[in-house]
C-alpha cells in the first residue's frame, strides 16, 4: 500500500510539472481547476490498474513460494532417507565384513603373515646388492604387503619363489654388465663383480648399491690400500685362491669408510698450530739431513786421512797434522796447547747446527700442548654459546686439541733420534781428532826424551 501511494503522489508531481511547463496553460482559475480535475481522474485510473497488475503479482509470488516449500519438504524427507539407507548400508556392510572374517578363518591369519613378511621382505629385496643385478624384484612383494584382499595361490608361489631365488643368489659370486655412476656423476658402463649379497666391486674398487636412487656408484673414499689392492688381484683372477675383504654388512662399512678423515683432514683439523708443527718438523729433518751428509764427508776424509799421516791434506785431520809438522821444534807443552787449539777451531764446524735439532725437538710437544689448549678453549667456548646439544658444534675445538698433540709428539720423536744420531756422529769425528792429537803427543814426548 505505501509503493501505491508513493506511486500516485509521484504522479500527482510529475503531473502538476506538466502543467505548470505546458505551453497551453489554462487561462483561469476554472480552466486550472478543470484540468486538474481531468488529470486527478486519468491518474486514479493508471493507479488503480497499476494496483491490479501488483495484486496478480503478488499471487503468482505466493504460488511459487508454496511450490518451493513444498519441494524444500520432498528434499528433507528425501534427505532422510538416504541417510537412513546409508546406515543400514553400513550395518549390511560390517556384518559382511565380520561374516567374511568368519568365512577365512585360519586363511585371514595367514594372510597378516602374508603380509608382514612380505613387507619385510620386500625392504630387503630392495637394499639387496642382488637387486642391481636384478632391479625391479621388489615391486610386487611391495603390492603383496599393502594388498587388502586374500592372494591368489600363485601370488604365494610367486612369493616362494623370489625367497628363494634370493637364497640362490646369495650363495652366488658372478659378474654381469651395468652402469656405474663414478664420484663425478659420470655413468660408464663396466663389468660389476658381485660377492653373494655382500659386496659389489667395478674396475679395481670397492662400488655401493643405492637402493633410493637405483644405481650403483662408487664410493666417495676408499678404504685403505691393502684392502683396495686384495680388489684388483681377485678380479683379475680366472682360477685359483685369492684374498678379498668381504663388508659382512652388506655395505654399511663401505659407507662408513667414506666419512673416515683421511690425513689430509686431520692436518686441516690441526689448524694453524698443526701446520707450525709440520714446518718444525720438516725443518729440523732438513737440517739433520745435512748435518749427515756433511758429517759423513768430513768422516770420509778423516778416515782417509789416518791412512796417509804423511801427507796431510785439507780436511779436519790433515789440518790437526799441519799444525804439528810446523811446530815439531816446541816442547810437549806448548805442543799439545796448539793441538787443543786446532781440535777447538775443527769442533764448531762439526757441531754447528746440531742444538737447533734438539730445541725444535723441545718445542714441537710445547707447540702441541698451546693447540690442545687453544682447541679446549674453542670447546668451551662452543659450549657457552650454543650448549652441549649438537656435538658438532664442538667437534672443531676437540680435533684442535686432540690432532696437536700428536702431531707435536709425533714432530718430537723423529727429530729427537735425529739429534741424537747426528751427535754420535759428530762425537765421533771429534774422538778421532782427540785420538791422533794424544797420539802424535806421546810421539813428539818420547822424542824429546831420547
Wanted: aromatic share 6%; net charge neutral; charged share 25%.
Amino acid at each position: 500500500m505505501k509503493k501505491l501511494i508513493t506511486t500516485a503522489v509521484l504522479a500527482a508531481s510529475f503531473s502538476l510539472s506538466a502543467m505548470v511547463s505546458a505551453a497551453d496553460a489554462p487561462k483561469s482559475i476554472d480552466q486550472l481547476l478543470k484540468q486538474v480535475q481531468v488529470d486527478r481522474a486519468n491518474d486514479s485510473k493508471t493507479n488503480a490498474k497499476r494496483e491490479r497488475e501488483f495484486q496478480n503479482e503478488r499471487g503468482d509470488k505466493a504460488a511459487l513460494l508454496k511450490r518451493e516449500k513444498n519441494a524444500l519438504a520432498a528434499e528433507r524427507q528425501r534427505g532422510k532417507d538416504l541417510n537412513q539407507a546409508f546406515l543400514d548400508n553400513e550395518r549390511k556392510l560390517a556384518q559382511l565384513e565380520e561374516d567374511l572374517k568368519t568365512a577365512q578363518g585360519d586363511l585371514g591369519e595367514m594372510f597378516g603373515v602374508v603380509k608382514g613378511e612380505a613387507g619385510d621382505f620386500a625392504g630387503k629385496l630392495a637394499a639387496s646388492n642382488t637387486s642391481a643385478q636384478f632391479p625391479g624384484r621388489d615391486a610386487f612383494i611391495a603390492e603383496l604387503g599393502a594388498r587388502k584382499q586374500l592372494p591368489k595361490i600363485e601370488e604365494l608361489e610367486k612369493f616362494w619363489e623370489a625367497q628363494l631365488f634370493e637364497m640362490v643368489e646369495s650363495a652366488k659370486v658372478v659378474k654381469f654388465q651395468g652402469s656405474v655412476t663414478d664420484i663425478d656423476g659420470n655413468v660408464v658402463e663396466t663389468t660389476i663383480h658381485r660377492v653373494g649379497p655382500f659386496n659389489l666391486t667395478a674396475n679395481g674398487k670397492y662400488v655401493v648399491y643405492k637402493p633410493e636412487l637405483n644405481l650403483v656408484q662408487q664410493l666417495s673414499q676408499q678404504p685403505d690400500g691393502y684392502q683396495v689392492s686384495a680388489v684388483g688381484s681377485w678380479e683379475d683372477i680366472s682360477t685359483g685362491v685369492a684374498p678379498f675383504y668381504v663388508d659382512p654388512a652388506r655395505g654399511v662399512l663401505l659407507n662408513i669408510f667414506t666419512n673416515k678423515a683421511s690425513i689430509e683432514d686431520r692436518i686441516e683439523a690441526g689448524g694453524p698450530i698443526g701446520y707450525i708443527i709440520i714446518a718444525l718438523l720438516a725443518l729440523g729433518a732438513l737440517i739433520a739431513l745435512e748435518r749427515l751428509v756433511t758429517l759423513t764427508i768430513i768422516g770420509g776424509k778423516v778416515n782417509s786421512q789416518r791412512k796417509n799421516i804423511d801427507n796431510p791434506g785439507n780436511n779436519a785431520l790433515g789440518r790437526i797434522l799441519k799444525v804439528y809438522q810446523n811446530n815439531k821444534d816446541v816442547d810437549v807443552e806448548t805442543l799439545e796447547l796448539k793441538l787443543d787449539e786446532a781440535i777447538l777451531k775443527e769442533t764448531p764446524a762439526l757441531e754447528a747446527r746440531i742444538s737447533i735439532i734438539k730445541v725444535l725437538a723441545a718445542i714441537a710437544p710445547m707447540m702441541g700442548l698451546l693447540g690442545t689448549v687453544t682447541g679446549m678453549i674453542a670447546t668451551f667456548q662452543s659450549i657457552q654459546l650454543f650448549g652441549t646439544g649438537d656435538p658438532k658444534l664442538m667437534a672443531g675445538g676437540i680435533s684442535m686439541a686432540l690432532v696437536t698433540t700428536v702431531q707435536g709428539l709425533i714432530a718430537a720423536l723423529p727429530l729427537m733420534l735425529l739429534h741424537a744420531i747426528v751427535v754420535a756422529r759428530s762425537k765421533s769425528i771429534v774422538q778421532v781428532l782427540e785420538e791422533q792429537s794424544a797420539g802424535i803427543i806421546a810421539e813428539h814426548a818420547e822424542k824429546r826424551a831420547n
